[in-house]
């Protein structure tokens, strides 16, 4: 009786497992938050910070600045281990208007882009 115990709740923890797996991969991979936030006018920026539903990788990710028609590189894009990738913009932005472009993926291969309007105060 002891080991037909042990048999059942090894097997319901296995179930418990691949329920817990197969909702984490159905999960949809979306932006949840950023900085700078979205219209956010800002007198410089350093760092930006992104989070997503998922982790992301940043081997397969990307972030850039635009502004005046020139694309600003950041570097060092990497994680936090929060479902965030994190990047640092070199030197000091003009003031005006700028546009955050970003593409992120998953571990599942998916991939996700999108662009966060921002300004730079005088």
Same mark, same amino acid.
């Given at each position: 009786?002891?080991?037909?115990?042990?048999?059942?709740?090894? !097997?319901?923890? /296995?179930?418990?497992?691949? /329920?817990?797996?197969?909702?984490? +991969?159905?999960?949809?991979?979306? !932006? !949840?938050?950023?900085?700078?936030?979205?219209? #956010?006018?800002?007198?410089?920026?350093?760092? /930006?910070? @992104?989070?997503?539903? %998922?982790?992301? +990788?940043?081997?397969?990710?990307? =972030?850039?600045?635009?502004?005046?028609?020139?694309? =600003? %590189?950041?570097?060092?894009?990497?994680?936090?281990?929060?479902?965030? @990738?994190?990047?640092?913009?070199?030197?000091?932005? #003009?003031?005006?208007?700028? %546009? @955050?472009?970003?593409?992120?993926?998953? &571990? &599942? +291969?998916?991939?996700?882009?999108?662009? =966060?309007?921002? +300004?730079?105060? #005088?």
């Amino acid at each position: 009786m002891i080991h037909i115990n042990r048999v059942f709740l090894f !097997l319901v923890s /296995i179930g418990f497992s691949v /329920i817990a797996i197969a909702r984490d +991969d159905s999960e949809e991979f979306r !932006l !949840l938050n950023s900085v700078p936030a979205i219209e #956010e006018s800002l007198p410089g920026l350093k760092v /930006i910070r @992104l989070w997503f539903s %998922k982790v992301p +990788d940043p081997e397969r990710s990307s =972030i850039e600045l635009e502004f005046a028609g020139r694309t =600003i %590189k950041t570097h060092s894009l990497h994680t936090m281990g929060e479902n965030d @990738l994190m990047s640092f913009v070199r030197g000091e932005l #003009e003031p005006g208007p700028y %546009k @955050l472009v970003w593409t992120a993926s998953d &571990q &599942q +291969d998916r991939s996700i882009f999108g662009e =966060i309007k921002f +300004d730079v105060d #005088e």
